[in-house]
């Protein structure tokens, strides 16, 4: 499953900076996970200095 980011965002990039795969994206309130690409390693949801960031 891919991951979500919440409204908990807090747009620091960390994420981005942290996907192996580029999934992540900024969008335009807060960054995005493209499911498409997300490899469900979990990267982005352990630099998340918010915990914004989980399992679909």
Known sequence: MA???SDSC???G???DGCPVAAISSGDAQYTIDAETCISCGACAGVCPVSAISEE
Do not use: D, G, K, R
């Open 3 to 5: 991951y979500v980011i």
């Open 10 to 12: 807090i747009s620091c």
């Open 14 to 16: 960390t994420c981005a």
